[in-house]
């Protein structure tokens, strides 16, 4: 059972920055790619970033240029630095990592959310 636990969430003004950290513990053999979604109010989850075992970035159209995803292998940590945030980014971002429990078993894991609003 794998657990994320994600902090750094809060309040700023449009065009501060926020960083938020998501850690993953428990029991499995391996990470593969790791990231963040997000689910502004009424509206579904979309992916916002995510980084492969590899380092290799993938980013949503919204967020390039403003967002950067990093990770720490060896923390199993996966970071997301949000600058020039704007209104429209406000949202539950919620962290999520592909995991391999055991070398044949395979699943997603999601955290628990952490909100961000923005002020304009």
């Known amino acids: 059972q794998v657990q994320l636990v994600e902090s750094g969430g809060g309040l700023v003004q449009a065009g501060g920055s926020l960083r938020l950290s998501c850690a993953a513990s428990g029991r499995f053999f391996r990470i593969n790619s790791m990231g963040w979604y997000r689910q502004p109010p009424g509206k579904e989850r979309e992916l916002v970033a995510l980084v492969s075992n590899g380092d290799t970035a993938n980013y949503a159209d919204s967020v390039k240029g403003r967002f950067t995803i990093s990770r720490d292998n060896s923390k199993n940590t996966v970071y997301l630095q949000m600058n020039s945030l704007k209104p429209e980014d406000a949202a539950v971002y919620y962290c999520?990592?592909?995991?391999?429990?055991?070398?044949?078993?395979?699943?997603?894991?999601w955290g628990q959310g952490t909100q961000v609003t923005v002020s304009s």
């Open positions: 999520y990592a592909d995991v391999f429990q055991t070398v044949f078993t395979h699943s997603r894991a």
